[in-house]
């Protein structure tokens, strides 16, 4: 069975500055990795996604992760974030065993302040 | 195109009743799921479908029913409502190939 870890739960961040959102998996077979976005009140939407290719993946509004399949992490970061970034991040995985089961690690609110 | 849609967006329900969660999808996607979200815990898969008459649990499956008669619909039926069941109800979709889940607006329930 798949698991994700987000080690962080919050993450506060000034306005412009870096970010990066951890998250590590543990799997016994190859993994397709996820990252979604919650803003306040409303359903989840993707951010991106790994299945094969290339590392580093780009997403929407500036987003980027890299897969590390040595370290089994895919961290997310923004090289400047916006007020418009607050907001609740989720990582997600699927075995490529079989099945299409998304399993999500318990999430990191990041806050951007002013 | 609208999506995932989820009905109703609120519910109170007491301690005892029954009821139904209704989500439709209109993408012709084969893979649809529940999902719980709880403060703290993220999202907990609650039953699965990977296409039409096939259905499966997920992790936190006790209380909660399925079936799937039709690619569109995947509803999830509550049989007795518990208080432990209040939480928002995520319903998802995702094409085989895709692999990328779509979320409806989800389903705030109460139980009192």
């Known amino acids: 069975a798949q698991s994700v870890t987000q080690l962080d739960s919050q993450v506060p961040v000034f306005e412009e500055a870096p970010v990066e959102l951890r998250c590590n998996y543990s799997?016994?077979?190859?993994?397709?990795l996820f990252w979604y976005v919650q803003y306040p009140n409303q359903g989840l939407q993707l951010l991106l996604k790994y299945l094969s290719g290339s590392t580093l993946v780009k997403g929407i509004n500036g987003f980027e992760a890299e897969f590390n399949k040595s370290q089994t992490s895919f961290h997310l970061r923004k090289p400047s974030v916006h007020i418009s970034d607050t907001a609740e991040y989720f990582c997600a995985v699927i075995n490529t065993g079989g099945g299409n089961k998304l399993t999500f690690g318990t999430g990191t609110q990041l806050k951007v302040e002013l | 195109n609208a999506g995932v849609t989820q009905t109703p967006k609120f519910q109170v329900l007491k301690t005892g009743q029954s009821m139904t969660l209704q989500c439709a999808q209109d993408m012709n996607h084969e893979y649809m799921s529940w999902y719980r979200q709880d403060p703290g815990m993220g999202l907990r898969l609650i039953h699965y479908?990977?296409?039409?008459?096939?259905?499966d649990q997920g992790e936190v499956p006790n209380g909660y029913n399925v079936s799937r008669s039709t690619t569109e619909d995947f509803p999830l039926r509550l049989l007795s409502a518990a208080p432990s069941q209040t939480s928002v109800y995520f319903c998802?979709?995702?094409?085989?190939?895709?692999?990328?889940?779509?979320f409806g607006s989800g389903t705030r329930l109460t139980v009192v």
């Open positions: 479908s990977v296409g039409a008459g096939i259905t």
């Open positions: 799997s016994s077979v190859s993994v397709y």
């Open positions: 998802a979709s995702s094409s085989r190939q895709n692999y990328g889940y779509t």
